[in-house]
């Protein structure tokens, strides 16, 4: 039997995964505005109004802190919260782990995906692998991370007691009883 090809993840649930991050990188970034902007004005009182240097400073801030999240959650565990709702996690090509260079690769492959009206995010439709641009730049994977896709086995019973899944049928418990097509838990048969 051949081997089955990596579950590659799809692209809706990787845009799903998407929007769930962006949605708490901007819960965050705008808690964390508010919180400072209050702080200031208590700091500092009087009028006070944005200039120029302010609002590039909140920019390059803000740039920094959604780099960081991405590249940061890529690099140390493989998977954004987002990713890990939607049960994705990311590899490298070959099914090594992501660094922080080959994160930092994605990150900015994911801006040059986006510019030409996102078209480079549009290549994972019809890629075998599911690679966006992003992914090709960096030499990434997106896969389903269930435990068949990464290799484990079912856990081993304790000492001395048979495996679970040996002894007793998919759904039944031990000691439950079947009637008329129903598992039932022990002792509740009915009169």
Do not use: C, N
Request: without cysteine; hydrophobic residues 50%; glycine residues 14%.
């Amino acid at each position: 039997m051949a081997p089955r090809p990596p579950p590659y993840a799809g692209v809706v649930t990787r845009a799903v995964a998407l929007v769930i991050d962006v949605v708490i990188v901007d819960a965050i970034a705008l808690t964390a505005s508010v919180v400072g902007g209050l702080v200031l004005s208590t700091l500092i009182p009087g009028k006070q109004s944005l200039d120029v240097p302010t609002v590039v400073a909140g920019t390059a801030a803000w740039l920094v802190f959604v780099g960081g999240y991405f590249a940061g959650f890529w690099a140390l565990v493989a998977r954004t919260p987002g990713m890990r709702l939607m049960g994705l996690e990311l590899v490298t090509a070959d099914g090594g782990k992501v660094g922080l260079a080959r994160a930092l690769a994605r990150l900015g492959g994911m801006v040059l995906a986006a510019i030409p009206f996102g078209a480079g995010f549009l290549l994972s439709l019809v890629d075998d692998r599911r690679q966006g641009l992003h992914d090709k730049i960096a030499g990434t994977l997106v896969l389903y991370a269930s435990p068949r896709a990464r290799g484990a086995e079912p856990a081993a019973p304790l000492a001395g007691e048979p495996p679970a899944y040996a002894t007793h049928p998919v759904g039944h418990e031990r000691g439950a009883e079947t009637v008329e097509g129903t598992v039932l838990p022990p002792g509740a048969r009915p009169a």
